[in-house]
Structure formats: structure tokens, C-alpha cells
């Protein structure tokens, strides 16, 4: 595709709730990124893939978050028994090579309940 | 720990004035530092500085990094409206992953 895709734009859940976040990075990239960004703050980086492997998975929060990129393409954060302090704005990069420049998808801005 | 600090946090000038947006650093195994302009959603890739002292240039917007000092800032000349964004900067340490301060947010009046 054109550009890195996300989906969905927005997600609304209640507390407790299991969500699925979906991101399509661009053609041909293999590294693929997630971060998370608060109001008013910089995003914050939580796993990068290098093709269907987790490379870094040093900025995930706890054991409720989980990420797969199981054919080396589109990824898929999990994020279990969500809780409000998981809202905020998931958005996912991709690049070309390492160390390359990351292109960044629209996000999906997610509000727990 | 890695850290990345901008300044100034907000900045309100009027349109056609010139700005300079700055960003600090302290990143183990510093690669590259990026700058992002965000506006509604997708941040959107601007400049990649790796090398010190030589200036990218994007129209009316300009980029320099020193990697002595630990610095890098942001030009933009003559500002229109549309400048008005939050601007990120980000580093590319040795694990590949962003680090990212936490913006300038930009407003242009007309």
C-alpha cells in the first residue's frame, strides 16, 4: 500500500475487555514498530519486529500486552483485561532496513471505559 | 536512562515570522535523530540528521545536528498557517527503537 494502515481509527471498550489492534505496514518494509502516546507527551516505543520475530520487546508495560506479526507483514497488539490507564494513542511504523527512517501509520486511539 | 528534551514546550508567533525549534539529547548508542511534525494523527517524517554539522534542507524548512553538543534544531523560515503542528524529535538508538521528546507544540497566527 501507499502508506502504513491502521485499524480501527478508534476503539471504545469497557474495562476488563480484551481488544485487538491491527496494523499494515508498507510493502516490502520488514521492521515494523508499535509505540504508545499519552496526551501531551512524545510517543513511547513498546516492540519492534524485524520480519515475524520480536526483536525488542523491552517497552511493553506488563503481561496484558502482546504483539504477533506471524507472517512478516501485518501485525496485531493484544492488549487483555484492558484497564483505563491503557488509553491512548496506538501507533505503528514501519521502515525499510535498520536504522532506516520509520513511517508512521494514522493510529488507533483507544478509550477504556 | 535516554532522555530527549525540546524547547520550548509551546510557541505562539505570527505568520512569516521564523522559528527555531530545539531538541536535546542523552541516548546510549545514538544512530540518527529524526524530526516529525504530527498534526491531527500520523506523525510525519520530516528530516534524518546522522552525520554533525551538515544541514538538510526542505524548503522553508531546515535541520543541523551536533553530535558534540548533543543537539539538533529545527528552522522554519517565513511561517504559514500550516506550519502549525507539534513538532517531535526523535533518536534512533543502538536497539532501533525511537526515542521521542515530548514535542513544540507550534501555533502560527495569521
Known amino acids: 500500500g501507499a502508506g502504513v494502515s491502521q485499524t480501527p481509527s478508534n476503539k471504545v471498550t469497557e474495562k476488563g475487555k480484551y481488544v485487538e489492534l491491527r496494523c499494515d505496514p508498507i510493502?516490502?518494509?520488514?521492521?515494523l514498530y508499535w509505540y504508545r502516546q499519552s496526551l501531551g507527551q512524545g510517543p513511547e516505543f513498546l516492540i519492534y519486529?524485524?520480519?515475524?520475530?520480536?526483536?525488542?520487546d523491552s517497552g511493553l508495560p506488563n503481561d496484558r500486552f502482546f504483539a504477533v506479526r506471524p507472517e512478516g507483514s501485518v501485525s496485531t497488539l493484544k492488549i487483555q483485561r484492558t484497564e483505563r490507564g491503557d488509553s491512548a494513542m496506538y501507533l505503528c511504523?514501519?521502515?525499510?532496513?535498520?536504522?532506516?527512517?520509520?513511517?508512521f501509520g494514522p493510529g488507533t486511539r483507544l478509550t477504556v471505559l | 536512562e535516554d532522555k530527549v528534551v525540546q524547547s520550548p514546550l509551546s510557541l505562539v508567533v505570527h505568520e512569516g515570522d521564523t522559528v527555531t525549534l530545539n531538541c536535546s539529547y542523552e541516548?546510549?548508542?545514538?544512530?540518527?535523530l529524526l524530526w516529525y511534525k504530527q498534526e491531527k494523527k500520523a506523525p510525519t517524517f520530516l528530516f534524518m540528521l546522522?552525520?554533525?554539522?551538515i544541514e538538510k534542507k526542505s524548503g522553508r524548512l531546515s535541520s543541523i545536528l551536533d553530535k558534540k553538543e548533543l543537539f539538533s534544531i529545527l528552522n522554519i523560515t517565513a511561517t504559514q498557517t500550516g506550519d502549525s503542528a507539534i513538532y517531535l524529535c526523535?533518536?534512533?538508538?543502538?536497539?532501533?527503537?525511537?526515542?521521542f521528546g515530548q514535542g513544540t507544540r507550534l501555533t502560527i497566527n495569521p
Open positions: 511504523a514501519s521502515s525499510s532496513r535498520p536504522w532506516a527512517e520509520q513511517f
Open positions: 546522522t552525520s554533525s554539522g
Open positions: 510493502s516490502g518494509h520488514t521492521a
Open positions: 519486529f524485524q520480519g515475524t520475530g520480536a526483536a525488542d
Open positions: 541516548v546510549t548508542n545514538f544512530r540518527s
Open positions: 526523535a533518536c534512533i538508538q543502538g536497539a532501533q527503537k525511537l526515542v
